[in-house]
């Protein structure tokens, strides 16, 4: 099997990962936190795994450049999540 098949391979299980968790668990988080509510060690865990996988997939953006611009948009959407939950705990600790 050739890099190129490996590689199509692991992008075809990291977007069905995707989709079927990692998508409907963040938009669930952005609700969450759109709502003022704090993330718990659950919410945190789960970002930093993400965060983990994200580091982890970066040299497949450069071999896959196609695949930047959902990149770009689903790290958008993690840093909407962690600004608001960031302001969140600032607005409960006052």
Sequence with gaps: MSTSQDEKGI???????????????ALALKEKVDRGELID???????????TDS?????????????????SRITSLYREITEKALANEKTASQ
């Design 11 to 25: 992008i075809a299980a990291l977007m069905e990962r995707f989709e079927s968790q990692r998508l409907p668990r």
């Design 41 to 51: 060690e659950f919410d945190l865990e789960f970002l930093k795994e993400v965060l």
């Design 55 to 71: 580091t982890k997939a970066m040299p497949l953006l450069e071999h896959h450049p196609e695949f930047q611009p959902l990149a």
